[in-house]
């Protein structure tokens, strides 16, 4: 039976039902179900694709609990389409990655090059895939923008591709149509488009930085030439774009080099978390930090932010300022450094205390120092920046401009406001929605919800059937970018050749295949569209040679922009901005998530589960403020709150963050989903509710109050205070250092190995070890979801977390120290610590936990009977149960999934890190069979493999020459709770910081 | 030869009759010869010379048996059979081998005290002629019997009986087989 | 016979037996209770009671096997919870039992012989209560059996060092000793019951259980022996167990488990309970089947003085264990002992602390302690002190141990209530079938404690 056929099928089942199943959840999901199951059409799909069925976990006292089963939920019911189609390879020639550059092996199978692209940016991975099925995202090293590092949204893409949630079936007004069908609708729909220009036509795109379908998007201005191309981008650099245009006069790209950066002025920037290349600056700035064998210099990090970040953690002097004071202060900075005339002092004495000492010191750096302006700061920052970024001549040595990536750089508010216009006066028949949600996550005040219905044909191509689709006619499903062919441009114009890892899922189309269809030539297969773009481009001999090297690389050679020099327009830099007035209200922020971004990951349970960077919270948004403010609205964590900007009003839970600046409230976006599938929907609450298109990001005016109720949080940590009796987190001041190398060592006890009573046990061969650097890591949290990706490790959902049953083997703990005002923030990832002396394994009485040879901690599922006894005895609480059948092992989809090297752990068993140890047999079987040594670094574990700054170091601590040894041999090394004596193997680096010594004057 | 009665049994009110019943058997020359009574009564054990028991000396021997055999088990297991390093300790861990090797030297002894009842007494025994006698039901209450056995040498039915008499019982009455 | 027994009611006396009794009266108050047509209304209530929770423990365990661990509180970092608290409660409670049995046995009580009887069933069904927690708290309940050694195709065998498998020895020896005990001790009356029965159906059985044993003086002299040999096997033994029990939390390294003397502090707690728990029981018993003749306020009063003598003990251990918290130095030690008295556990501690130490002092007074029913209510309030006190010790300090990040606090579900509630029941039942069935105060023990059990060796002829 064909695949359509059974997508028929589906539709059936589908239909049966009706609106029933659609966003029923927990219990009321299980009804559902039930009536699902009783329908004759299901029970015969049962019987034809899907003999078991999956029933008998558990529910628990709390309805939301049911959606912790929501990937076998959707096994049991809607994942059936398609199944056979799964493991198929494309048909066109797909190029696996052979050459395995020095340092890199991430894994065993086959590893493709493609890019994963957020907001239209690329970011280059690889993709291991078995036999067929991609299963783990890893960064590409030739990308520039990924280095070999990856983020969390990339590595989550998989679990999104798998998605039974996603939208499978083309729909017209909720019924199953056939692509055929569509075609038809469509080529009349132009038809009549033709006799008027294409007037009535209109494409709705996000940032497009694909040159290829750029080309298509021109091909059909010029078909129909009174069409027009809107562009909405949530959360895109509309300000970077507006800043550019208000310094230069016209629009440029900027990017950075923090590798050549003594010191870096970030203003609300969190450029080591997000944005295209923070993977890269990142591993940039650590790289400046690392302090190893005598080299001692650091760069210095100072950063003004209203919440903290990332990094904001990593700041050597961090200044919380509300979002609306950032430009008082690069003003302020922009005059201590004679760009601008600005006022010298003011109201707000903090800025210009600080503006001094910082303006010194960049001074001391020309040209090898950076301004960093946030992405959500508005364009008078950016100008201010590129300003002083040229006044120290930083151009050309830690600042570069291209032209814009982007297909077509226009203003976003101003294009999507048009085509309100345009929607409002009636004048759009035909309008094609490609990707975002803009139903969804528009501003408030244009109302999209209900205006795009003025327009006479909708069709919406997304990768689920979401808000958006509810008001199109048309929902086509689109394929997932592991299912197609395509290209992107990176933040430096890199372009990445998409290929697929296997055949569309779900019947999908690409973007690129539906654009094609306004075309002459409307039926091309993207792989052909994509080659022939580039065939054209490619001008000379060779290309065949040239697309092999490209596809194979995930880098296509020569490709980035080349280099600009803007001059600045000092008429545009002015420093004399007013400092907006709270008036007895509050500063609004908005800014994406930092798991589900603008929501599009919403329907992801390890983004979802992941824990928030710095608040550990899972599942949810929250209403961030200070402990002042909250103390002033009578509130504490978890009540709720009635919040209303300009007549718009929004109930949320209170988050108390300290570090968090007064007066300023911030909201997370992309929660509050509606229609986001079973895992997304409902959860939190929906910022853009108050987001409007003249306070995209920031804006006084928001004014709160206690209102009743309050809220249930799911925290994988709830206390975060550092005492100083405990010694978690170790750190010195550079200079500390410097005077004393063993000041680490000191505050640190750690008993002598020689203190024992019976003789200890040897490691002959080979024993590993790992080193984590404190000073590194930023806290970003991407370890956790590739050691999740890569070890089958199960969601749980929000009831459970709230349970304290969170599975992630790898958790990043982050710590307080100083006034609760403004905090140093420690992050400190906390991976199984593999103790010689494991408190974990003399007390297991049937040896499920043991001694390897190699020093590793084993753990023996099957031999696992469930006391955890090993829990309690372990110091570090690394180990986590299965209280339920958390894993899946029903969804057919979801099998695809799984890491095939990794047992996938049953109800009732205890498990936990194990440095990866399929990669590391992987890596012995392979050195055995060369009859050598394990090389240094040929073994990576998931979390190290993925780390942007390169803070994880595994390898074998016999050996005195691997880099771990090294690392574990410098002064800064110390163990966790090393007065225990239970000899970790896992280590960490002490954290240093290097403040201003002007400060302290 | 088989006698055609088990034996004949005299009935008595008190332990202190029935001592002296005993001691008077005894002296006349019975040898044969077995006291009931609802409860333990120490001087019987002298009177009718019943000798130290073996049990306490088979107890010994399984408790010592028990010990060996549990700490050799966990030795056999740690060291030789499923030799592995746990929590970095030594394979032979003595220390922790105590607990379970005290643990079975008592299991085992009890096992062997009830064991060795229930033999040295000769239980279970469903059957025993002295049930045939419908008043010995009130041995397990309030009354205490002596009963001398037909296998003695100097039984004579109707002596016997004569003699028992003389020990002023409640009753005398023939044990059947 | 029942239509011709005498039964004559007995003020209570400060004797450990009242006078007037004969072999005869004895054996038939004693065993009437088992022998007689008509059940009293109260036994009829508690079995029901019993029943009732009885049923409940049983759909807990099903859901439990259903579903997983998962529905109880249990969670990082606090594991074990309500789980090993009643396992460790209901052990503590099996020691009175051995107690009075071989310990007062020993040390010549021969006040014991009345009580032992039922101490010692209560004690069975203590360790049976106590038994199913470790197997139902375990992930995966249907391979218990790998916690023994046995010859396997695994090729792998139990962890000699891990104190659970120390458990596992200790109780079950513990469990099987108790009850060859208890079987020795019953056979004589046994075997009254056997020719005091009037129905054929309870001869027979009364009678297969009985072996045959017919009060031969040869029997006797073995009997005494073994007795003798059994009690000073038990004695060590149920020392022994409470200790391996407290192995379980001192082995380990968490703060406010890893602490030296756990062993005797959790054994005199042991009894402590369990006495409670024999007063708990004996107070109802004797005034509603009239035995306060046999089970004299002598008996009380000495039980009574026991509890205090170990609260006491129990008292100066919490002491030492906030002082050893302090003087250690140890911040880990510290920071769990302040915890437990200002942490999110406070109430249950000073609760304990009341119920445990401060409530127990009025047993120092005479009035109180010749109050049955004072006695029964300071019995009580000590039963749920010493639950309050295993249950601090386990959760309050896994809550919160050494990486705050870790740090969580636990909170029952309904499922855990089910789970206690229905041990209880499983107790009362058991309980009640032994007093409707069995003999429970050991008759032939008391025949001794009659003046005319004594062979006065001046008649002479």
Request: net charge neutral.
């Amino acid at each position: 039976m064909s695949d359509s056929q059974k997508d028929l099928d589906l539709a059936a089942v589908r239909g049966a039902l009706g609106a029933r199943l659609d966003g029923a959840r927990g219990r009321e999901y299980w009804r559902s179900l039930d009536e699902l199951a009783a329908t004759p059409e299901f029970r015969e799909m049962i019987e034809r694709e899907f003999p078991r069925q999956a029933i008998g976990w558990s529910e628990d006292e709390d309805p939301v609990e049911g959606r912790r089963n929501f990937l076998k939920l959707m096994g049991a019911s809607l994942a059936l389409a398609g199944l056979s189609a799964c493991t198929r390879q494309p048909n066109e020639q797909i190029a696996p990655y052979i050459r395995q550059p020095e340092e890199l092996i991430p894994g065993r199978p086959l590893f493709f090059a493609t890019a994963a692209t957020l907001s239209g940016v690329a970011s280059g991975v690889l993709v291991e895939s078995h036999e067929g099925r991609p299963t783990k995202i890893e960064g590409n090293p030739e990308h520039p923008a990924t280095l070999g590092a990856c983020d969390a949204f990339s590595q989550a893409s998989v679990l999104q591709l798998y998605d039974p949630d996603r939208s499978q079936a083309l729909t017209l007004n909720g019924e199953i149509e056939s692509w055929g069908a569509f075609f038809g609708a469509l080529r009349e729909a132009l038809a009549l488009q033709k006799t008027k220009n294409g007037a009535g036509l209109r494409i709705l795109t996000g940032t497009i930085t694909s040159p290829t379908m750029a080309s298509q998007l021109a091909a059909v201005q010029k078909l129909f030439p009174a069409s027009k191309w809107h562009q909405w981008e949530p959360a895109g650099a509309h300000q970077e774009r507006a800043g550019a245009r208000l310094a230069f006069g016209q629009t440029f790209n900027t990017y950075y080099n923090l590798a050549n950066a003594n010191v870096v002025v970030s203003l609300d920037s969190d450029f080591l978390a997000s944005g295209p290349a923070s993977l890269r600056y990142a591993r940039q700035f650590a790289a400046r930090r690392r302090v190893s064998g005598g080299q001692t210099e650091m760069n210095r990090l100072y950063v003004a932010e209203p919440t903290p970040t990332p990094t904001g953690s990593k700041a050597d002097h961090r200044l919380p300022l509300r979002s609306g004071q950032i430009e008082l202060f690069a003003g302020a900075l922009a005059t201590a450094l004679g760009v601008a005339q600005g006022p010298k002092s003011g109201a707000n004495a903090d800025i210009y205390k600080w503006v001094g000492p910082i303006a010194s010191d960049l001074k001391k750096n020309k040209g090898a120092c950076l301004v960093i302006a946030g992405e959500y700061q508005p364009p008078a920052v950016h100008a201010l920046a590129h300003a002083m970024n040229a006044a120290l001549d930083n151009v050309g040595k830690t600042v570069f401009y291209t032209d814009p990536i982007e297909a077509n750089p226009v203003d976003q508010i101003a294009s999507l406001q048009d085509l309100v216009k345009d929607l409002d006066a009636g004048a759009v028949d035909l309008l094609l929605i490609v990707g975002g949600n803009p139903a969804f996550d528009s501003p408030v005040e244009l109302g999209m919800r209900d205006r795009l219905k003025k327009a006479k044909l909708r069709v919406r191509l997304g990768l689920y059937d979401d808000e958006t689709s509810e008001v199109c006619q048309w929902q086509l499903p689109e394929t997932h970018y592991l299912e197609t062919w395509g290209d992107a441009r990176a933040f430096d114009g890199t372009v990445t050749i998409q290929q697929p890892l296997i055949q569309p899922l779900y019947n999908g189309r690409s973007p690129l295949e539906v654009l094609q269809m306004l075309t002459e030539a409307p039926d091309a297969r993207a792989y052909d569209i994509v080659r022939n773009y580039w065939a054209a481009q490619y001008a000379g001999a060779g290309f065949e040679a040239w697309w092999r090297r490209a596809v194979h690389d995930g880098v296509a050679a020569g490709t980035a922009l080349a280099l600009r020099t803007p001059s600045i327009q000092g008429a545009n830099i002015r420093a004399n901005a007013e400092e907006p007035r709270l008036g007895g209200t509050f500063e609004a922020i908005f800014r994406p998530d930092p798991t589900i971004y603008d929501g599009r990951f919403a329907n992801n349970g390890w983004l979802q589960e992941l824990p928030k960077p710095i608040t550990k919270l899972t599942w949810d948004n929250a209403a961030i403020m200070s402990l002042g403010d909250a103390f002033r609205l009578g509130v504490k964590t978890a009540d709720m709150v009635e919040l209303t900007y300009q007549g718009w009003k929004l109930r949320a839970p209170v988050w108390v963050q300290p570090g968090q600046i007064d007066g300023a409230i911030t909201l997370h976006l992309g929660y509050g989903r509606t229609r986001a599938g079973r895992v997304g929907t409902g959860f939190g609450f929906n910022p853009y509710g108050l987001r409007t298109s003249n306070a995209l990001w920031s804006s006084v005016g928001l004014e709160a109050r206690k209102t009743t109720g309050s809220y249930l949080f799911a925290t994988t940590q709830n206390e975060h205070m550092l005492d100083s009796e405990r010694h978690i987190i170790h750190s010195a001041g550079i200079e500390e250092f410097r005077k004393n190398p063993e000041v680490i060592q000191e505050s640190a006890e750690s008993p002598p190995r020689s203190l024992t009573l019976f003789p200890e046990w040897k490691y002959p061969g080979y024993a590993w070890g790992m080193a984590i650097d404190l000073n590194s890591c930023t806290g970003c949290g991407a370890c956790v979801v590739a050691c999740q990706a890569e070890n089958n490790i199960a969601v749980v959902g929000k009831d459970q977390v709230r349970r304290g049953r969170a599975m992630h083997w790898l958790r990043v703990d982050s710590y307080y120290k100083g006034e609760p005002t403004k905090p140093e923030i420690y992050n400190q990832p906390v991976p199984c610590m593999q103790c010689e002396n494991a408190p974990c394994e003399l007390v297991c009485p049937v040896q499920a936990t043991a001694h390897s040879s190699e020093g590793l901690n084993d753990m023996v599922y099957n031999r696992c009977v469930g006391t955890r006894y090993c829990s309690n005895n372990c110091p570090y609480k690394v180990r986590r149960f299965n209280f339920y059948l958390y894993s899946d092992f029903e969804t057919p989809s979801l099998k695809l999934l799984h890491n095939p090297d990794v047992t996938v752990r049953s109800r009732g068993v205890m498990e936990k890190c194990t440095y990866c140890v399929q990669r590391i047999n992987a890596a012995k079987i392979d050195a055995e069979k060369q009859s050598r040594q394990v090389r240094d670094g040929e073994i990576q574990t998931a979390c190290q493999a993925t780390c942007p700054t390169e803070a994880i170091i595994f390898g074998n601590v016999n050996d005195p020459n691997s880099r771990v040894s090294k690392m574990k041999a410098g002064p800064l090394n110390y163990s966790l709770l090393a007065e225990l004596n239970t000899r970790p193997r896992t280590t960490y680096l002490a954290q240093l910081r290097n403040p201003n010594p002007e400060f302290e004057a | 030869m088989i006698k055609p009665i088990y034996g004949v049994m005299a009935e008595f009110d008190s332990p202190t009759a029935l001592v002296n019943a005993a001691r008077a058997a005894r002296e006349k020359g019975y040898r044969k010869l077995d006291a009931y009574s609802p409860f333990p009564i120490e001087e019987l054990t002298d009177v009718l010379h019943l000798h130290k028991n073996k049990l306490p000396l088979i107890v010994l021997i399984a408790g010592i048996i028990g010990g060996l055999t549990g700490f050799f088990l966990q030795y056999y297991v740690t060291v030789i059979y499923f030799p592995i390093n746990v929590a970095g300790r030594p394979l032979n861990s003595w220390p922790s081998y105590i607990v379970i090797t005290f643990e079975l030297t008592i299991l085992f002894a009890a096992l062997s005290t009830v064991l060795g009842l229930l033999a040295l007494c000769g239980l279970p025994m469903p059957y025993h002629p002295v049930f045939n006698v419908p008043r010995f039901a009130l041995a397990s209450r309030s009354r205490f019997f002596l009963c001398i056995e037909s296998r003695d040498p100097l039984y004579d039915h109707d002596e016997t009986c004569e003699f028992l008499e003389t020990l002023e019982p409640r009753e005398v009455s023939e044990v059947a087989h | 016979m029942p239509e011709n027994q005498e039964v004559i009611e007995q003020p209570p006396s400060r004797e450990i037996i009242a006078p007037g009794y004969t072999f005869g009266t004895v054996t038939d108050q004693i065993s009437a209770v088992v022998l007689t047509k008509k059940t009293p209304i109260f036994w009829m209530a508690c079995f029901s009671v019993g029943f009732g929770l009885l049923l409940l423990f049983l759909l807990a365990v099903a859901t439990l096997l259903v579903k997983g661990i998962g529905i109880w509180g249990n969670r990082a970092p606090v594991m074990w919870a309500w789980d090993i608290t009643n396992f460790v409660w209901w052990i503590g409670i099996g020691h009175a039992g051995t107690l009075i049995s071989a310990i007062l046995l020993l040390l010549n009580q021969s006040w014991r012989n009345s009580i032992n009887r039922f101490a010692e069933a209560m004690t069975l069904f203590a360790v049976a209560c106590a038994g199913m927690y470790p197997v139902l708290h375990l992930g995966r309940p249907w391979v218990l059996y790998w916690l023994f050694p046995y010859p396997n195709s695994m090729a792998i065998q139990p962890n000699f060092r891990s104190p659970l498998i120390w458990d596992v020895f200790a109780v079950s020896t513990y469990a099987t000793v108790s009850l060859l005990f208890w079987f020795v001790g019953l056979l004589p009356d046994l075997g009254t019951l056997r020719d005091r029965t009037s129905s054929r159906f309870a001869r027979f059985a009364y009678g297969i259980l009985a072996m045959g044993w017919r009060g031969s003086a040869r029997h006797w002299s073995v009997y005494e022996t073994a007795t003798l040999l059994l009690a000073g096997l038990a004695t060590p033994l149920v020392l022994s167990v409470h200790t391996v029990v407290s192995f379980d939390f001192t082995i380990a390294i968490v703060p406010g488990w890893h602490s030296t003397f756990f062993p005797p502090y959790f054994v005199a707690g042991a009894i402590y309970s369990g006495f409670a728990m024999v007063l708990a029981l004996a107070i109802p018993l004797r005034s509603v089947y009239g035995l306060q003749g046999l089970i004299t306020d002598k008996h009380l009063d000495n039980s009574a003085k026991i509890m205090l003598a170990t609260g006491l003990i129990v008292g100066y251990s919490y002491m030492l264990e906030a002082f050893t918290a302090w003087y250690s130095g140890d911040v880990f030690e510290a920071a769990a002992m302040w915890n437990r008295m200002t942490g999110p556990y406070a109430f249950a501690y000073w609760s304990l602390v009341t119920c445990n130490i401060v409530a127990p002092q009025v047993l120092w007074f005479k009035r109180v302690r010749s109050k049955p029913v004072l006695l029964f209510l300071a019995s009580l309030v000590v039963l749920l002190g010493m639950w309050l006190e295993r249950f601090v010790i386990i959760v309050s300090s896994l809550a919160q141990d050494f990486l705050p990040s870790s740090w969580g606090n636990f909170h029952a579900t309904r499922w855990d209530w089910a789970t206690y509630l229905g041990t209880i029941g499983l107790f009362l039942f058991l309980f009640f079938l032994f007093i409707r069935l069995l003999p429970m105060i050991s008759i032939f023990e008391v025949r001794t404690l009659l003046p005319q059990a004594k062979v006065d060796e001046e008649v002479r002829s």
